[in-house]
């Protein structure tokens, strides 16, 4: 079992950063491969950027690479998305999400990102 509490969310100016972390509990943090979720409004899920356990392999959504970049601190169970040069599109409820395979298994509460143009 793992928990996620993300943190960092709020109101941003287009063009502006942002930084979200997810620190998780449990000692196996380590094994899993490590996501940022996105919910847009009206829109499905999107996964914005993904991580692997190692932090050796990332995946960024077309919509954010080049100004997303996903990290991770396994000492400190942390999983961090560093947002740049925002836009109104990238506004929404950013969930962090863990898995050990394919589909996300555990899902934080969630934090809402909202930036004004």
């Known amino acids: 079992q793992v928990q996620l509490v993300e943190s960092g969310g709020g109101l941003a100016q287009a063009g502006g950063p942002l930084r979200l972390s997810c620190e998780a509990n449990?000692?196996?943090?380590?094994?899993?491969?490590m996501g940022w979720v996105r919910q847009a409004p009206g829109k499905e899920r999107e996964t914005v950027a993904r991580?692997?356990?190692?932090?050796?392999?990332?995946y960024y959504a077309d919509s954010v690479k080049g100004r997303f970049t996903i990290s991770r601190d396994n000492a400190k169970n942390t999983v961090y998305l560093q947002m740049s040069s925002l836009k109104p599109e990238d506004t929404g409820v950013y969930y962090c999400?863990?898995?050990?395979?394919?589909?996300?298994?555990?899902w934080g509460q969630g934090t809402q990102v909202t930036v004004s143009s």
């Open positions: 999400a863990a898995r050990l395979v394919s589909d996300w298994n555990y």
């Open positions: 991580i692997s356990w190692f932090g050796g392999n990332t």
């Open positions: 449990g000692r196996t943090f380590g094994s899993y491969t």
